[in-house]
């Protein structure tokens, strides 16, 4: 079984800044990539960022410039640095890990979501 634990979610101002953390435990044979999808309220999920193993990223065009996306892979974690938050960034934050078990296929695997707001 593998497990994803997101923390740092939070209410800030626009123009604040909030650092997302992500772990991933349990039977894990290897990592492949690791990201962040979100979720506003009515809206679909997105992807926000994700960065392979050997430390590729992605970054949606709304969030370039302001979001940094970094990962740790001895502690198996992943980390999103948001700065200048806007109301626009609020949503339910998804850590995700494409990851492979032990004698197993590569799947996706995802944590439970972080509440990030953004208000004023």
């Known amino acids: 079984q593998v497990q994803i634990v997101e923390s740092g979610g939070g209410s800030v101002q626009p123009g604040g800044s909030l650092r997302l953390s992500c772990a991933a435990s349990g039977s894990i044979f290897r990592i492949y990539a690791m990201g962040w999808y979100r979720q506003a309220q009515g809206q679909q999920r997105e992807l926000v960022a994700c960065?392979?193993?050997?430390?590729?990223?992605i970054y949606v065009d709304s969030v370039k410039g302001r979001f940094t996306i970094s990962k740790d892979n001895a502690k198996k974690m992943v980390y999103l640095q948001m700065n200048g938050l806007q109301p626009e960034d609020t949503a339910v934050y998804f850590c995700?890990?494409?990851?492979?078990?032990?004698?197993?296929?590569?799947?996706?695997?995802w944590g439970q979501g972080t509440q990030v707001t953004v208000s004023s």
């Open positions: 995700y890990a494409q990851a492979q078990q032990y004698g197993s296929f590569i799947m996706d695997f």
């Open positions: 960065i392979s193993s050997v430390g590729s990223t």
